[in-house]
């Protein structure tokens, strides 16, 4: 059963395209919903969107969280080369919240 | 600076020879995991510890164990590795409750052959 359900798989941009990234998720007890980008390393944070932030923006990255579709997205506007990696949507979808689920990612290329 | 620090970053190792990998984390974090990365199927959690002493389960726990003995170390074991278990590991650690990103190591990816 998946908890965490991202698309697409895979996508290729040109540089200066804009992008978005869907994240969907089943959830009991709603905490929280994380965004993580991973290169050829470990993932690294980039945002967390709970009931009391359902929108963050950092340069060209956003999210936004529609806590009645369960739906998450990630935009990328004006993409670079240095954009390109796989992006993780997370959640700690338990009824503890003790048990952080991940989605399988989408790998974004983005070529010059 | 505020780390979590897996070692080794590579191992190769034959079936059947009990190995340990170490993680510390100096941020005080409650809640540490491990979770293991294989193509196509994501990061997949197989213990987490929400304080000392106390471990649970994740979804893949076959084949491995951990401890919690002090606040900043989470060790995983194989006991008895087996070519399955090749893959790339991640410990992660966070403040916990559920509102607090996870934050990871680099990683240590397994070979067994």
């Given at each position: 059963?998946?908890?965490?359900?991202?698309?697409?798989?895979?996508?290729?941009?040109?540089?200066?395209?804009?992008?978005?990234?869907?994240?969907?998720?089943?959830?009991?007890?709603?905490?929280?919903?994380?965004?993580?980008?991973?290169?050829?390393?470990?993932?690294?944070?980039?945002?967390?969107?709970?009931?009391?932030?359902?929108?963050?923006?950092?340069?060209?990255?956003?999210?936004?969280?529609?806590?009645?579709?369960?739906?998450?997205?990630?935009?990328?506007?004006?993409?670079?080369?240095?954009?390109?990696?796989?992006?993780?949507?997370?959640?700690?979808?338990?009824?503890?919240?003790?048990?952080?689920?991940?989605?399988?990612?989408?790998?974004?290329?983005?070529?010059? | 600076?505020?780390?979590?620090?897996?070692?080794?970053?590579?191992?190769?190792?034959?079936?059947?020879?009990?190995?340990?990998?170490?993680?510390?984390?100096?941020?005080?974090?409650?809640?540490?995991?491990?979770?293991?990365?294989?193509?196509?199927?994501?990061?997949?959690?197989?213990?987490?510890?929400?304080?000392?002493?106390?471990?649970?389960?994740?979804?893949?726990?076959?084949?491995?164990?951990?401890?919690?003995?002090?606040?900043?170390?989470?060790?995983?074991?194989?006991?008895?590795?087996?070519?399955?278990?090749?893959?790339l590991y991640f410990c992660a650690s966070s403040l916990g409750t559920g509102n607090s990103p996870l934050h990871f190591g680099n990683g240590t990816r397994l070979t067994v052959t």
């Amino acid at each position: 059963e998946d908890k965490v359900v991202q698309s697409p798989l895979s996508l290729v941009v040109h540089e200066g395209d804009t992008v978005t990234l869907n994240c969907s998720y089943e959830v009991t007890n709603f905490r929280s919903l994380l965004w993580y980008k991973q290169e050829k390393k470990a993932p690294t944070f980039l945002f967390m969107l709970t009931s009391s932030g359902i929108e963050k923006k950092s340069g060209r990255l956003s999210s936004i969280l529609d806590k009645k579709e369960l739906f998450s997205i990630l935009n990328i506007t004006a993409t670079q080369t240095g954009d390109s990696a796989v992006y993780l949507c997370a959640g700690p979808l338990s009824n503890t919240g003790n048990q952080f689920y991940f989605g399988t990612g989408t790998s974004l290329t983005v070529i010059p | 600076e505020a780390q979590v620090t897996q070692n080794p970053r590579y191992l190769i190792t034959v079936t059947g020879k009990k190995l340990t990998v170490t993680c510390s984390q100096n941020m005080n974090h409650e809640y540490m995991s491990w979770y293991r990365q294989d193509p196509g199927l994501g990061l997949r959690q197989i213990y987490y510890s929400m304080n000392v002493e106390v471990t649970d389960k994740g979804d893949v726990p076959e084949g491995y164990k951990v401890s919690r003995k002090e606040k900043r170390n989470f060790p995983l074991i194989l006991e008895s590795p087996s070519p399955n278990q090749t893959s790339l590991y991640f410990c992660a650690s966070s403040l916990g409750t559920g509102n607090s990103p996870l934050h990871f190591g680099n990683g240590t990816r397994l070979t067994v052959t």
